[in-house]
């Protein structure tokens, strides 16, 4: 029967070897009506996955990506598997996948100076990986993700991952939720799919675990698997600002009733995810924290923050301010300051400066430098101190920078 709302394919997978999610990712397919039936002979087909840390566990199950490019590979397409950063060759070492596709870092591409049509948060022309452009057919494989910023990371935001090198900071220094639409349209994906085989909870970026669950998600619509496993992880889609904005954009549902789902019903599948703190605690007296006039997501990242750095506050034995969200004027400065945001910008010279709408997780580091902790010259790229006037002569980042 035609349909005129987004379809998003839901299996259960049957084990934990290849085999078996294999068997899922050929399940998911039909419940889609094959989608790579499309594909001809020397099209070129490019797979993202989220694997960019090395940390076990962090990453896209492997078996899904070969047997995606097995798929591809057998209708003749030229398959290619790429990823920021050039950790995705370490993770996928001796794999299966070298029979299928080509694994290419985005980091050793050429790139293209490209203006997003109509974008409203990357506004300026980016730099764009030759082989995102340039492929025949795109295919999303995320991993389901809680984010101590957008609440949950899946479809929409693994595009973050497709710029190269330390170009991701310019995704939330223009504001993160927009940027990940600005991205979606950049480069549509004609298919995800979603892993939640296993989950990261709990304050991830800054730390996180990994949880086996054990289903895949699938569609040919990014924002309607986002839709969905949101729904099956027990947070309500309208938290997730960047699926209001892509429905808003043309780009997404508005919620569930928008989407049929077709295979495994949703209530076999229901879980409740682990999420990133919300909730704003200073671990002891001393540690003042003023993020009233903030929005949700420097809060979130404000508690985060908070919850990861917790021992190393109790153990500085001074004060520590932490500003976050617009102010005209500042509060009482007592002891170190952090200012968290772009919101802040004109008051940069007050303490340590957090840029970022909202800053990314790796910026943490700017607390540590506040309270006098050492942090590493890579992280001292993470923020403003200060009189700074130039980061001249600063190594550059890690690669397994966190956004
Ligand atoms: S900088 Fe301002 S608008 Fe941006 S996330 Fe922080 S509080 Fe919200």
Do not use: W
Not at 34 to 56: C, H, T, W, Y
Not at 260 to 288: C, K, M, Q, Y
């Amino acid at each position: 029967m035609p349909t005129s709302r987004p379809v998003v394919a839901l299996t259960r997978t049957r084990g934990a070897d290849a085999r078996a999610t294999a068997d899922a990712v050929e399940e998911v397919l039909d419940l889609l009506d094959s989608p790579l039936d499309a594909l001809e002979p020397g099209m070129r087909v490019l797979i993202k996955p989220n694997m960019f840390q090395l940390k076990p566990g962090f990453r896209s199950n492997p078996d899904i990506l070969v047997a995606l490019a097995r798929i591809a590979a057998g209708r003749g397409a030229k398959v290619f598997v790429g990823e920021r950063t050039r950790n995705l060759h370490q993770v996928l070492e001796g794999s299966e996948i070298h029979r299928y596709a080509e694994v290419v870092s985005f980091d050793d591409r050429p790139v293209r100076i490209t203006q997003i049509p109509d974008a409203t948060s990357l506004r300026v022309p980016i730099a764009v990986p030759d082989i995102v452009l340039d492929c025949d057919y795109f295919i999303g494989v995320p991993q389901l993700r809680t984010h101590s910023s957008v609440v949950l990371t899946n479809a929409m935001k693994n595009l973050v991952g497709l710029l190269p090198g330390y170009t991701t900071r310019i995704v939330h220094m223009a504001g993160v939720e927009e940027s990940i639409v600005d991205l979606n349209v950049l480069r549509p994906q004609q298919l995800v799919v979603s892993d939640v085989t296993s989950v990261i909870e709990g304050n991830y970026p800054m730390a996180g675990e990994v949880r086996p669950v054990g289903f895949l998600a699938a569609s040919t619509s990014a924002a309607a698997v986002d839709t969905v496993t949101a729904e099956l992880a027990g947070v309500d889609p309208e938290e997730l600002d960047y699926l209001r904005y892509a429905h808003e954009r043309g780009l997404g549902p508005a919620g569930l009733a928008d989407v049929e789902t077709r295979g495994t019903p949703l209530g076999d599948l229901a879980f409740r995810i682990n999420r990133a703190p919300s909730r704003i605690v200073p671990p002891r007296e001393g540690i003042h924290i003023h993020a009233e006039t903030a929005c949700a997501s420097c809060r979130r990242f404000v508690a985060a923050a908070l919850s990861r750095l917790h021992d190393e506050l109790m153990a500085y034995p001074g004060e520590l301010t932490v500003i976050c969200g617009a102010h005209e004027t500042l509060p009482p400065l007592r002891g170190a300051v952090v200012l968290v945001g772009n919101a802040l910008y004109d008051h940069r010279e007050a303490g340590v400066y957090l840029e970022g709408c909202p800053p990314r997780a790796i910026q943490i580091a700017g607390f540590r430098q506040a309270i006098g902790t050492a942090v590493n010259p890579e992280e001292r790229t993470q923020f403003r101190v200060p009189g700074q006037r130039s980061t001249a002569g600063l190594p550059q980042p890690a690669p397994e920078e966190l956004v």
